[in-house]
Nanobody
């Protein structure tokens, strides 16, 4: 069973910082790509950032220069460092990954999984 466990959300004032974590677990052969989406209240889910395995991250225009993806390969954990947060950054953040893994005795290739979501609130 592949799982993505998220943590690190919270409430901050404008200009503050947060770091989200996304830990992959399960019998994973390869993580092909990962990223984060977010969904603000009454808004559609939107892409925040995405990164291919050992590739260069791509960021939404609204967060470029403020958000950064980093990785700890040994822990299979990815981080989204968020700085200079703005009220428009408020929403539920979901990490996602495309992996090849052994699931219930079968090899699944290039399957997308999602984390449970974590709330980020930016407000004065």
């Amino acid at each position: 069973q592949v799982q993505l466990a998220e943590s690190g959300g919270g409430s901050v004032q404008p200009g503050g910082s947060l770091r989200l974590s996304c830990e992959f677990s399960g019998t994973i052969f390869s993580i092909h790509s990962m990223g984060w989406d977010r969904q603000a209240p009454d808004q559609q889910r939107e892409l925040v950032a995405t990164m291919p395995d050992h590739g260069t991250a791509v960021y939404a225009d609204s967060v470029r220069g403020r958000f950064t993806i980093s990785t700890d390969d040994a822990k299979r954990t990815y981080y989204l460092e968020m700085k200079d947060l703005k009220p428009d950054d408020t929403g539920v953040y979901y990490c996602k990954g495309v992996v090849s893994a052994l699931v219930q005795g079968r090899i699944e290739g290039h399957t997308e999984y999602w984390g449970q979501g974590t709330q980020v609130t930016v407000s004065s």
